[in-house]
């Protein structure tokens, strides 16, 4: 039962342009959102967070928008850059348990 | 500097081995976890510690074991009674139960 699912194995964006990574989940009592960023060969980097409560986390380029009513969550990055190549994945957890993982997506930015 | 420490990096097995693969935490962290990552299949927990001396299944954990004897030290087993066990593994850990994870580098093992 994939609980926390991204539909979208991959994504090719030129640089200067907007990417859009999508998370969508099932289990409506998650209520803490995080996506993480990772190279080949290396440990996820925690990227940006969400709570419940908010609908819109902002960090420089990267904004997260959390849609509860559609149990849908998206991960905007302004200007895209050649160094954000990588697999993004998105997380959920239920009110302090462990965090549940999605597929990942890869995102390629072409100069 | 503070982070999360994996070791081996590289790994190759014989099929009927088992394999311990070490993750060490300078970070006081409580929570550890050890996930394995396949194409196209994200993350999956394979156990997790919250506290010292006492851990819990995840979602994989057929053909693992795990201590947490220490709290910095959280070492994964990987048994021959894992049936696919070629992957790359990573170690994670949180001062809290949830929220963010810092993860190590990983170890890719590669049983022939």
């Known amino acids: 039962d994939q609980q926390v699912k991204q539909n979208s194995p991959s994504l090719s964006v030129q640089e200067g342009r907007i990417s859009i990574l999508n998370c969508d989940y099932t289990?409506?009592?998650?209520?803490?959102f995080l996506w993480y960023k990772k190279y080949p060969a290396e440990g996820p980097t925690f990227l940006i967070s969400?709570?419940?409560?908010?609908d819109k986390n902002e960090d420089g380029r990267f904004t997260v928008f959390l849609n509860k009513s559609a149990k849908h969550l998206s991960l905007h990055i302004v200007p895209s850059q050649p160094g954000d190549s990588a697999v993004y994945f998105c997380?959920?957890?239920?009110?302090?348990?462990?965090?549940?993982f999605g597929e990942g997506t890869q995102l390629t930015v072409n100069p | 500097d503070g982070g999360i420490t994996q070791s081996p990096k590289y790994l190759f097995r014989k099929e009927g081995q088992n394999v311990t693969l070490s993750c060490e935490q300078n970070?006081?962290?409580?929570?550890m976890y050890w996930y394995r990552q396949d194409p196209g299949q994200g993350l999956r927990l394979i156990y997790y510690?919250?506290?010292?001396?006492?851990?819990q299944k995840g979602d994989i954990a057929e053909g693992y074991s795990v201590s947490r004897e220490k709290k910095e030290s959280f070492p994964l087993t990987v048994t021959s009674a894992q049936k696919n066990p070629t992957a790359f593994y990573l170690c994670?850990?949180?001062?809290?139960?949830?929220?963010?994870?810092?993860f190590g580098e990983g170890s890719r093992l590669t049983v022939l």
């Open positions: 994670a850990s949180t001062r809290h139960n949830t929220g963010e994870l810092f």
């Open positions: 289990n409506s009592m998650f209520d803490y």
């Open positions: 969400i709570s419940s409560i908010k």
């Open positions: 997380a959920a957890s239920d009110r302090g348990s462990r965090l549940t």
């Open positions: 970070l006081n962290h409580d929570a």
């Open positions: 510690s919250q506290i010292v001396n006492d851990f």
